[in-house]
């Protein structure tokens, strides 16, 4: 994730609507994706202050306005009323219930930076208005029962899977109370349960529809990460049967992953993209390891042919400086008496299911590639 600066000079984040320094209201313009300082002009117009936006003129997502849970804008000669984030919701919770609005606010945080990922990786991605085949929705849903798997965080639930199908991507509500969800994370033992996690995890069970089963990507696919043709809810059941395999850690970045290919490929999926946002990060703070400054995941974005688009890193540099900054920072956070950032130790079969993922990615994201 980049850092910005107001049109102050003052450095503003990713998820900011204010600047605390001169109080100017910002807002990000997912077309030049970045934070701008806003100068407003009229009851719904803004003017994006300085560089990126120079002068063009917004609105604010009606997300923004009605319910400050967004803090995106809508390009003045675009129709819609939702920005480019919102406008992939299919299902908002009901904000009549309490804390509703409170944890529809985290999930939609959690969503934008997901796909402030995926368009600095240079992905294609539309809703299902736009391609009802190959677009992508979100649908946040409650439980409907008072017990559930998240010890009741709002009342009257029934369990609803966190999943994909289709390119519907549900997220259970119950996911954005911490409380809740590190309760499941334990009872599953898992090492890793975060809300972002679980948007990176599902939008790459989106994305294997989308590129690897009509490609030429899917023989390579099932020599990297098995055979996806094995019946999927047999091999869930036999997982939550019986668990993972043992020395599961050889071959797999977590022990889910070892349930079913589709599996493997989103939670590889979803490591890849956490990666590369945090290694993008810590560039933008100039991180530092072994007296070697970071580098940039990918090179400074260009337009190619209309589009922008990165030039990736090569995988093995990447990789490298990713074990070496995953280190520091668990370390770090032992030294505060915290759980390790990055629990995991991937393996050498972990390692080529990444550089597929990878290499699959720079093809895909420039423009002259057809899927």
Known sequence: MKTFKCYCGYRVYFENSQCINCGRELGYLSDQRSISALGKTSDELWRALGPPGNGALYRKCTNYVEHAVCNWMVPVDDPLSFCEACRLNEIIPDLSQPKHRQYWYKLERAKRYMLYSISQLGLPIMSKNEDPTRGVAFLFLVDKESTSEFTQPIPEQTPTPTGHAGGRITINLAEADDIARTRIREQMRERYRTLLGHFRHEIGHY??????????????????????????????????????????????????????????????????????????????????????????????????????????????VMFEQWTKFSIAINGINRSMGLRDAYPFAPSLAVRNKLRFIHKIIDLVSRPETHY
């Not at 869930?236 to 668990?243: D, I, M, V």
């Not at 945090?278 to 400074?300: C, H, I, M, N, W």
């Open 207 to 316: 994305y294997w529809e989308l590129l690897i089963p009509d490609s030429d990507f899917l023989g390579p696919f099932r020599e990297c990460f098995g055979d996806e043709r094995r019946d999927y809810q047999q091999a869930l059941a036999e997982y939550y049967r019986l668990g993972p395999p043992d020395a599961w850690e050889t071959l797999f970045i977590s022990a889910y992953a070892a349930s079913h290919p589709w599996e493997d490929w989103a939670e590889s999926w979803a490591h890849y993209v956490l990666m590369f946002d945090a290694l993008e990060t810590a560039y933008q703070f100039g991180f530092s390891v072994e007296d070697r400054k970071l580098q940039s995941p990918a090179e400074p974005l260009s337009v190619r042919a209309g589009q922008h688009a990165p030039r990736l890193q090569d995988f093995d």
